[in-house]
């Protein structure tokens, strides 16, 4: 089954403690990207990243750290997460291209609470 | 499932009722304008898209509207049923070198038995 896998789907963890959220896709896209949910915000877009090796800041990318050695694997790190990342974070893929870049596949959503 | 739908514009719609979602958008040189859907507990779920030079598409039981003139884009739903039930996402692809997403805050479509 075509999918974006992330994990894990629920965490909690306390300020400063370095955490990573894993994204695997199965659909050889070439387009990954991080977003945030937050209620009355919508989804804000953190990193993302064209193909192997290409990676660049969306909208909101303080605090976050992106990788993305491997075509199917796009870990979001948070290296000293503090309480106001506590949000519902979802990964998505999609083919390049401009109408290929409209269907994005996302991942199920982890929500990771700070303390 | 997870509370995306707090602060959230609401419409209530009966069963079997057609559903009218509404989005303003901001670029005007947005390509292509998406909506999508997503339910409780899990991820957006692309529904349909519409390039700029068109005005209106449909698919199965749903139909969108671009007016450009007045920047607004439209969801129809025909013959609304209860898994219709979600909070829907309109998006404007920015296009450019990154073909870039901006997603709008959503609406709650309730359905009623």
């Known amino acids: 089954e075509a999918q974006v896998t992330q994990n894990p789907r629920y965490l909690i963890t306390v300020t400063g403690k370095k955490l990573t959220v894993t994204c695997s896709q199965n659909m050889n896209h070439e387009y990954m990207s991080w977003y945030r949910q937050d209620p009355g915000l919508g989804l804000r877009q953190i990193y993302y990243s064209m193909n192997v090796e290409v990676t660049d800041k969306g909208d909101v990318p303080e605090g976050y750290k992106v990788s993305r050695k491997e075509k199917r694997n796009f870990p979001l790190i948070l290296e000293s997460p503090s309480p106001n990342q506590t949000s519902l974070y979802f990964c998505?893929?999609?083919?390049?291209?401009?109408?290929?870049?409209?269907?994005?596949?996302f991942g199920a959503g982890s929500r990771l609470t700070v303390l | 499932g997870e509370s995306v739908g707090l602060h959230l514009p609401t419409l209530s719609v009966q069963e079997g009722d057609n559903s009218i979602i509404n989005c303003a958008y901001s670029n005007s040189a947005s390509d292509y304008f998406i909506w999508y859907k997503q339910e409780s507990g899990k991820g957006p779920q692309f529904i349909i898209d519409?390039?700029?030079?068109?005005d209106k598409r449909q698919g199965q039981r749903v139909t969108v509207l671009l007016n450009k003139t007045v920047k607004h884009l439209s969801l129809q739903i025909a013959a609304t049923q209860p898994g219709d039930s979600a909070v829907y996402f309109c998006?404007?692809?920015?296009?450019?070198?990154?073909?870039?997403?901006?997603f709008g805050t959503g609406t709650l479509l309730a359905v009623q038995p």
């Open positions: 998505a893929s999609s083919p390049w291209g401009r109408s290929g870049a409209n269907v994005l596949t």
């Open positions: 998006a404007e692809n920015m296009g450019g070198a990154t073909n870039k997403l901006i």
């Open positions: 519409i390039r700029s030079n068109m």
